[in-house]
Each structure stands twice: as structure tokens, then as C-alpha cells.
């Protein structure tokens, strides 16, 4: 049913947790299903030095937030606001269809722990 990168996620994801110091914050919930996601960046130099998510949700919820985290670390923030839900779907080697909705959840919290900072930053000055 699952493709084998999306066990091997699920079974060891990536980047699990929380930034105590988190420049940016970004969290989205799928009312539909339960599934709810935190994403938490660091950021140094326009690049997310560091990424770390909490899930609650799916094991193919679990899986596309820790692909996620993988195609987001190191990219610059304009790469980052790039990252679509696509991508994450195929970085995985997609999803049965009932369960495509999960990988809708990732890039929108990423694309909100960016903003968070730009906002926090545009605030600082």
C-alpha cells in the first residue's frame, strides 16, 4: 500500500521535536482527518540551518513532515516558500490516494514558520 520511502519515514522520521529558540513558527491542522503540524526553523544567513516538526497524525502524515524537513534544510527562504505540496508527494513516491491529503499539510506550515520570521524580523527593526 505504502511506498517503501514512506515506511522508512514513518518507521525513522527525520527531524522530529522542537526549537526552544525558534525564529519562526508554523502550524496547520487538517480538520477533515485529526492530522496537526508544527514546524519550527532556525535561520542563519536567509537559509533554515535547522528544521524540526511534531505531528500528530497518520503514518503518512508522519512521513511527508519528515520528507519535508529534508527538502527544506539548508534551502534559502526563497527556495523554501518554493517547496509545494507536489513536492513532498513525490520526494515520497507518492501516496495511496485517500491519503494525498496528508502531504497538503507540510509546505503550508513551512510556508508559515517564513513568514513567522519575516514577520519577527520586519518587527526587530
Given amino acids: 500500500m505504502y511506498a517503501e520511502k514512506v ?9 522530529v521535536g522542537t526549537i526552544a529558540d525558534a525564529d519562526g513558527i508554523g502550524a ?29 497524525g497518520c503514518p503518512a502524515a508522519i512521513a511527508t513532515s519528515s520528507v519535508l524537513t529534508e527538502l527544506a534544510q539548508g534551502k534559502s527562504l526563497d527556495e523554501a516558500m518554493q517547496i509545494e505540496d ?7 513516491g ?4 485517500p491519503k494525498v491529503h496528508c502531504s497538503n499539510l507540510g509546505a503550508e506550515a513551512l510556508h508559515q514558520a517564513i513568514l513567522d520570521y519575516r ?7
Fill in 7 to 15: 515506511l522508512e519515514h514513518f518507521s525513522n522520521p527525520r527531524n
Fill in 28 to 56: 496547520i491542522g487538517d480538520p477533515s482527518c485529526g492530522d496537526y503540524l508544527c514546524i519550527n526553523i532556525k535561520v542563519k544567513e536567509e537559509r533554515i540551518c535547522d528544521i524540526k516538526f511534531q505531528i500528530y
Fill in 86 to 92: 507536489l513536492d513532498v508527494l513525490e520526494a515520497l
Fill in 94 to 97: 507518492g501516496l495511496p490516494d
Fill in 119 to 125: 514577520s519577527r524580523l520586519k518587527d526587530k527593526t
